[in-house]
């Protein structure tokens, strides 16, 4: 009976796990039931590595609970972080189209849940239903924009408004003047390519001016909106 139940229970977990992702969540429910049994369900430990630089890409991994890290290793050896995965989110799409390694490294920032799916059976589901390549790459255009935008931001900005735009931008990400950092100043210092030192000053600098409030660990009030905006 136990057992019964414990399948079901993993069924309704891959089911709303399918559910959560763009590219499928516009999908019939008994074709997202079909999806979701084609998946695997893997689990982490905070800190403990998903993949590395290097290895195999052969699978789709889309996290259902926790947050994962995307980042890579200069040659120097300094981390840069690509992203942040949240419940929804997913890496490994380039493996379905073609056999290729992993060029970043995917950590758990915390307990994390994923459900996993290889290329050969998402492939078959590609072919049966070719809207999901539309949104694959409705995807793929979304990511490069972010990309591009942000190389433009660590070549062009001064880190002074690199921050401002980040807090805008989480504000209008968030609907909401009270945000929550997805991630800690080091990563967040990593990701707009400067030192968590810098981040923390710049924020002091910021309340001083009273365009923000730092409420707590990692909460924050825009206050002016448009100063940020106009640095």
């Given at each position: 009976?136990?057992?019964h ?9 891959q089911q ?10 516009h ?6 039931k ?5 998946t695997?369900?893997s689990?982490?430990?905070r800190?403990?590595e998903?993949?590395g630089a290097?290895e ?7 996290v ?5 890290k995307v980042?890579?290793l200069s040659?120097?050896g ?7 995965l ?7 799409e380039q493996?379905?189209f ?6 970043n490294?995917?950590v758990a920032?915390?307990?994390?849940e ?6 050969s059976e998402l492939?078959?589901l ?15 255009s979304r990511r490069?924009?972010?990309?591009e935008?942000q190389?433009s ?5 001064a880190?002074?408004?690199r921050i401002?735009?980040y807090?805008?931008?989480?504000a209008?990400?968030q609907q909401a003047a009270l ?5 800690t100043?080091?990563?967040?210092a990593s990701?707009?390519?400067t030192t968590?030192e ?10 001083e ?11 924050i009030?825009?206050?002016?909106k ?5 640095l």
């Open positions: 009976m136990c057992g139940s414990d399948h079901r229970d993993k069924e309704e977990m709303l796990c399918i559910s959560l992702v763009p590219i499928f969540n999908l019939q429910l008994d074709v997202m079909e999806i979701a049994s084609t695997q369900s689990h982490y430990e800190n403990q998903i993949f290097g195999n890409s052969d699978s789709l991994y889309i259902h609970r926790g947050k994962v980042y890579r040659e120097s300094k981390e840069q972080l690509i992203r942040i949240d419940p929804g989110d997913f890496i490994g493996a379905l073609t056999e290729s390694v992993h060029e490294y995917a920032l915390e307990k994390t994923l459900c996993v799916m290889k290329r492939q078959a590609l072919l049966q239903y070719p809207m999901i390549s539309f949104k694959i790459m409705e995807e793929f490069l924009g972010q990309a935008k190389v931001s660590l070549t062009s900005e880190t002074e408004k401002a735009t807090l805008v931008e989480l209008e990400g945000i929550t950092l997805p991630m100043k080091k990563d967040l990701y707009l390519g968590p810098t981040v923390s000053r710049k924020l002091t600098e910021f309340q001016q009273h365009w923000i409030e730092q409420v707590g660990q990692g909460i009030r825009i206050i002016n448009d100063a940020l905006s106009a």
